[in-house]
């Protein structure tokens, strides 16, 4: 790496403040970057982000910056790498912040950055207070700085009191908002209390104003005739986690019973709910609005139904979809064998639909509630 520009904020400003951010910019050899990460940061930051660097690049921008006005104040596309030592839990509007950056970045432009999760937070927390006192601390902190951001009616205070600083976030929705902001997350690693990771813009973000925050949620899933429409269900992950399927999926692949592996998106409490089908209790909602029917294929993801062979896309489309699927009448393993199951089902119900429903509904029940059948 020739040389690197360098930006530093010199003076703290708020989101709705009028006055350009004042940044300092100088030129800096490949020594002096090493330098600065080493001192701000930490070695082994450093060891982290050196190979991570594209070595023939001289358009590498160091910031530590919690505001998107500093990135703005850039050159749009020119810059290949952007580095910024200021973790992103003192980041107020994130989305933004992200969509900044990769308006700055060029084409396969690498973006890093740190973030304290909050499992890191809770270990932090449990580790350093005596036992007793450390869990009444955490509880606390769950509250304020977890589900207070979250509810439209703390919302506002939270950020009043706060001004966005220290903000607890998880890895599924920091690593969400960064693939609906255009980016894909290529390695991670957990240094001194953070998580650091290194993204690759891909795209233009998708600009998604409308995300969901509460309990209760709208998924969007394949209907009859391939018609997307949200299906209600109770939330059981974390926020902007269904941006990342493709990232578990590349990751961890499926496990038994066609679900991701090791999917960190889950929640406790959602483990919980899925357990004892609470999280599906909402999608009675579209059975009553002519979406669904009572048996069915279960409507997918974009992601999910892309797995699928085009013989059963094409036969899975001609039918609504169901709430309680075949799933729980062969009990497969395997994505194949899910795929054989829906297809003999979609062709028993094709000859004979009020039939295959009646037979289907109480294979289901016998062994669900019999069997004690679980998906997981």
């Known amino acids: 790496m020739a040389s690197t520009l360098i930006a530093t904020q010199a003076t703290s400003i708020r989101e709705n403040d009028k006055l350009p951010t004042e940044t300092i910019s100088t030129q800096m050899t490949s020594k002096d970057l090493q330098g600065i990460i080493k001192e701000q940061a930490g070695n082994a ?11 023939s690049s001289d358009k590498t921008l160091l910031m530590a910056t919690s505001t998107r006005f500093n990135i703005l104040n850039q050159k749009p596309l020119a810059h290949d790498t952007l ?4 973790r992103v839990n003192d980041v107020r509007y994130l989305n933004k912040f992200f969509e900044a950056i990769n308006a700055l970045l060029s084409e396969g432009g690498l973006y890093i950055n ?8 809770k270990n932090r927390i449990l580790s350093r207070f005596p036992i007793g006192i450390n869990w009444f601390i955490y509880s606390f902190d769950v509250l304020f700085k977890r589900v207070f951001p979250k509810l439209p009616l703390t919302k506002k205070l939270y950020f009043y009191v706060t001004q966005g600083n220290n903000r607890v976030l998880s890895k ?3 690593f969400g ?10 390695c991670e690693k957990e240094i001194g209390g953070e998580l650091y990771f290194l993204a690759r813009k891909i795209r233009a973000p998708f600009f998604d104003y409308s995300p969901t925050y509460g309990p209760l949620i709208r998924l969007k899933r394949y209907g009859k005739n391939g018609k997307l429409f949200g299906v209600y269900k109770a939330r059981t992950m974390h926020p902007y986690s269904e941006y990342l399927q493709d990232y578990i999926y590349r990751m961890n692949d499926l496990d038994a019973g066609g679900k991701f592996k090791d999917d960190f998106r889950v929640t406790t409490l959602g483990k919980v709910m899925r357990k004892f089908w609470l999280d599906e209790f909402p999608m009675f909602i579209n059975v009553f609005k002519g979406e669904m029917k009572l048996v069915g294929v279960r409507p997918l993801s974009r992601h999910y139904f892309s ?9 899975r489309l001609q039918f609504k979809p169901g709430l309680i699927p075949p799933f729980y009448v062969d009990m497969p393993k395997t994505l194949e064998e899910i795929m054989a199951s829906e297809m003999r089902y979609l062709e028993a119900y ?6 295959t429903d009646w037979r289907y509904f109480w294979m289901a029940w016998y062994n669900i509630f019999i069997k004690k059948a679980r998906s997981q």
């Open 307 to 315: 797995l699928y062979s085009d013989e059963l896309k094409e036969k």
């Open 114 to 121: 740190s973030v304290q999760t909050y499992k890191i937070r």
């Open 45 to 55: 930051v450093w060891d982290f982000i050196k190979p991570l660097l594209q070595e």
């Open 172 to 174: 599924a929705e920091t």
């Open 350 to 355: 094709e000859k004979h639909p009020l039939l």
């Open 177 to 186: 908002r960064l693939y609906s902001c255009g980016f894909e997350v290529v």
């Open 83 to 86: 580095i910024n030592l200021k």
